[in-house]
Nanobody, 123 residues
């Protein structure tokens, strides 16, 4: 019953910005830690950013620090990823993820995955 649906992907020029959204259903959103992952063609899926259940704590991958911001709205039941200064090499499928544990959600095997939304960064 638990589902995660991403949206907001698209095509953007290098240096531009996009904001992704993840809308959950079938669970109490505020009791789950959330994360964003991405996977480029031919590469392994990598962790991008995680956020605690309350939204008070977050962890970002070194590659996106200072450019990406994860946030959540526990009233609207929506997870966000604001991506600024996008680079061509960040073209990837971006996935929303959820887990009961803030510790586990960013370790590569969260309990739940979304279907992904494509982000394409061009020159």
């Amino acid at each position: 019953q638990l589902q995660l649906v991403e949206s907001g992907g698209g095509s953007v020029q290098a240096g531009g910005s996009l904001k992704l959204s993840c809308v959950p259903s079938g669970f109490i959103f505020s009791t789950y830690a959330m994360a964003w992952y991405r996977q480029a063609p031919g590469k392994e899926r990598e962790h991008v950013s995680s956020i605690s259940e309350s939204g008070t704590t977050s962890i970002d991958a070194d590659s996106v620090k200072g450019r990406f911001t994860i946030s959540r709205d526990n009233v609207k039941n929506t997870l966000y990823l604001q991506m600024n200064s996008l680079k061509i090499e960040e073209t990837a499928m971006y996935y929303c993820a959820a887990d009961y544990s803030f510790r586990r959600v960013g370790l590569g095997s969260p309990s739940y995955w979304g279907q992904g939304t494509q982000v394409t960064v061009s020159s």
